[in-house]
């Protein structure tokens, strides 16, 4: 069999899966796009009441654009700022109604394992030249094998939230509690807001997700004034949890922060700060919330805004090169370490800081910043532009990045701690700046 002649296989149909299966198109090239979801951008779909920071100007690839184009398709107002779910019904939606899309993507359908053809982890003799077998499992459980040139990985992180866990670990109780733990952004006032009125509600984590989770709840305690509104963190320190506020080049950012702030000064949140938890318990008065030296509640809801991490168990058997810490690709780990990188001063980087010793595959988007909290949408379109152009044989133009991420105002001097730990899935975009890469292929 002919390796070249076979697909690119692409994982996730969100923003950047789609956008991937765009610039391949472009080249000629007809992929195969699996979604696990019954709609493109499900997990989108799943926070969809959440405003995005950044307007539609910076929010559509220019790839999928020119696709769309083709179609007549009517692109929204460039300044105005979009709800997660309008980015999917608006962009999402009719760029999967692009036939040369639709033809690309498998809705329903679920990767549940990668290798290569006849070959498991060890084997190495002819492994560049084998193609990869990517398994799929259709909605009523039927499964498939197929063949695959390569493989990007897109399917983000969103459906792999961290636990409350101090440790890291689950914590104890936390499991047998789940019925009363959301993990995500809940829409507090639509379809959620009988699961919180009139409830006493914790939200742990720091990130955009926790305050943008907190503002909902402080509207939902005005309506029903027997609402409380708990918060807890893990940091000591909040003087710059907030952000960069008006210095932020990202306004609705900026403001996002100010507002939350605002909650503390006006008291309409109780803030417990330097929370380390390890377990969670419940008696007639509800749960309580046990860390180190303090014990939190009782309450009768937790919203858990505690970060992503990535899902590795379907790629087990191919060779990967993860950081130890982050779990993302171990030359891109040094440029989003959050300890000393934020939001806005990640370098520009490409096919080369992606790749692994299994040639051909990539982790792209928020999956390939592992467990880091400072992934930027643009580096998601980026990402797959460089790639494509490598699969294409388009070396020069794949180590040309570009690339360059908004500032929040304090991220570049806090070590990046504004950005963490909370990983949030609201997508944020910047303008782009050419840089010619010097590694020759």
């Not at 002919?2 to 472009?26: D, K, N, T």
């Not at 792999?160 to 993990?183: D, M, Q, V, W």
């Not at 305050?211 to 003087?239: F, G, H, M, N, Y």
């Not at 605002?262 to 749960?287: M, N, P, S, Y």
Request: contains cysteine; aromatic residues 6%.
């Amino acid at each position: 069999m002919q390796e070249h002649s076979l697909p690119v296989a692409i994982i996730g149909a969100g923003p950047v899966g789609l956008a991937a299966a765009a610039h391949l198109i472009r080249k000629g090239e007809a992929p195969l796009l699996f979604e696990a979801g019954s709609t493109v951008g499900a997990s989108m779909l799943q926070w969809g009441q959440v405003r995005l920071f950044s307007p539609w100007r910076y929010l559509v690839d220019q790839n999928a654009q020119a696709l769309l184009a083709e179609q007549n398709w009517q692109a929204p107002d460039p300044e105005t700022y979009p709800t997660g779910r309008e980015m999917v019904e608006r962009y999402l939606f009719p760029l999967a109604q692009v036939p040369s899309i639709q033809a690309a993507l498998r809705l329903q359908t679920r990767v549940t394992a990668v290798s290569r053809l006849s070959m498991d982890e060890v084997k190495t003799p002819q492994r560049e030249e084998t193609p990869f077998v990517v398994r799929i499992q259709s909605a009523d459980g039927e499964e498939q094998d197929l063949l695959a040139r390569a493989v990007i990985d897109a399917s983000g992180t969103y459906q792999t939230p961290n636990p409350l866990g101090a440790h890291g670990l689950f914590a104890l109780g936390e499991r047998s509690l789940s019925e009363h733990i959301f993990y995500g952004i809940p829409d507090v006032l639509g379809k959620e807001r009988g699961r919180y009125a009139g409830r006493r509600v914790l939200v742990v984590g720091s990130g955009h997700s926790a305050q943008q989770t907190l503002l909902e709840l402080a509207k939902l305690s005005e309506q029903d004034p027997a609402t409380q509104v708990l918060w807890a963190i893990r940091r000591s320190a909040v003087q710059q949890m907030f952000g960069g506020g008006e210095s932020d080049e990202l306004p609705e950012r900026g403001q996002l922060g100010l507002r939350a702030s605002r909650l503390l000064e006006q008291g309409k949140v109780c803030l417990f700060a330097d929370v380390q938890i390890h377990a969670l318990t419940r008696d007639a008065q509800g749960i309580m919330i046990v860390g180190e030296e303090e014990r939190i509640g009782p309450v009768d809801e937790i919203i858990a805004t505690t970060g992503f991490r990535p899902d590795l168990s379907f790629v087990r058997e191919l060779r990967l090169a993860l950081d130890p810490g982050l779990e993302s690709p171990v030359a891109l780990a040094p440029l989003i370490d959050p300890n000393l990188h934020s939001c806005g001063t990640v370098p520009p980087h490409g096919v080369d800081e992606l790749a692994h010793p299994e040639p051909n595959f990539f982790l792209v988007g928020m999956k390939s910043y592992g467990r880091a909290p400072t992934f930027l949408a643009l580096t998601g379109y980026e990402q797959v532009r460089s790639i494509v152009a490598a699969l294409s044989g388009e070396w020069e133009v794949a180590r040309t990045v570009e690339l360059v991420l908004p500032e929040t105002g304090v991220c570049s001097s806090d070590g990046g701690s504004c950005c963490a730990p909370a990983a949030s899935p609201l997508l944020t975009i910047g303008v782009t700046r050419r840089s010619l890469g010097t590694v020759s292929h």
